[in-house]
């Protein structure tokens, strides 16, 4: 992976990840070898380390697993966590919000169809922009997907799209759970769904409060190991009533009968961070010549 440019650039900033898994017992040791050596090159950069493993009510030996593989951290304070029921992904990732410490909250799912190599990339591009939220964007021009069946592309992008025009910011992905949040912006109080929705309202909500919201142009690929956990009907829905709720909400506030809802206290952004580029591959263009350059481009708002 490539070094940062200038060491004395590195930032002073607790991490901490977020992961929630439900009967993954299959990908927990491919993520380990894959999650540990990036979690342990972020310290290096940044500072603290704190995993957040959120096993959402499983039935296999998920957690058990968990305790035996990420015991080999070394320095990284492992929190794991365990529902007796399984609640969904908006469930868990309420869980994880409640349990993180890090001045930079990131999520990613249990089995890298995004790439935890990216993650350091991800929480420059954060810094580095000033942005309360960065989220990883397959369906950005400069991103990419890779071997997702076309059923389950077709709903996410359609998502997103119908998120794109009634949401208050123009995004190409609001599905993505590849994200790193400041840590005022990791609040479990910005949604309110227990299942798949929860990712895209957190984003509307947060949009809504104020957060300026930066997209990282990504990969996303598909399920090695497990099964999917979504049930298709049932997140259909749920995005449609969230959906219905977002353009209620937005006729309301355009119509002059509802205040916009006030975002958490915001710190001002750190100076400045690594100067990490991302490995040019496949076309692929360093991080410093996406958006990033261009940061008033990637906050737009419908206000």
Request: aromatic share 8%; proline share 7%; glycine share 6%.
């Amino acid at each position: 992976m490539t070094e940062p440019a200038n060491k004395e650039m590195t930032s002073d900033l607790s991490v901490s990840f977020v992961v929630p898994m439900y009967n993954e017992e299959e990908s927990i040791l491919p993520l380990l070898e894959r999650l540990i050596p990036v979690m342990r090159e972020i310290e290096s950069l940044h500072g603290d380390v704190q995993l957040v493993t959120v096993d959402d009510g499983s039935t296999d030996k998920t957690s058990q697993l968990i305790e035996d593989f990420f015991s080999e951290m070394g320095s990284a304070d492992l929190d794991a966590i365990q529902h007796l029921r399984n609640q969904g992904i908006g469930g868990a990732m309420r869980t994880g919000f409640e349990a993180s410490t890090g001045d930079i909250v990131c999520t990613l799912d249990c089995d890298c169809t995004y790439s935890p190599e990216e993650l350091p990339f991800l929480i420059d591009l954060l810094l580095r922009s000033g942005a309360d939220i960065a989220t990883g964007s397959p369906y950005h021009p400069d991103g990419k997907v890779e071997n997702v069946k076309a059923w389950r592309l077709a709903l996410s992008k359609s998502a997103s799209k119908m998120y794109s025009w009634i949401a208050p910011a123009r995004l190409h992905c609001y599905t993505s759970f590849f994200r790193a949040y400041r840590r005022e912006w990791a609040n479990p109080d910005l949604f309110q769904s227990n299942g798949f929705t929860a990712v895209a309202e957190v984003l509307v909500e947060s949009a809504r409060r104020g957060a300026r919201i930066i997209e990282f142009p990504t990969s996303r690929g598909t399920r090695t190991f497990g099964e999917s956990k979504m049930r298709i009907a049932k997140t259909t829905l749920d995005h449609a009533g969230l959906m219905v709720r977002t353009v209620i909400d937005e006729a309301k506030r355009s119509a002059g009968n509802a205040d916009r809802p006030e975002g958490p206290p915001v710190e001002e952004p750190e100076e400045s961070s690594p100067e990490l580029l991302r490995p040019i591959q496949d076309g692929w263009t360093p991080v410093g010549q996406t958006p990033a350059d261009s940061v008033d481009e990637e906050f737009p708002s419908k206000d």
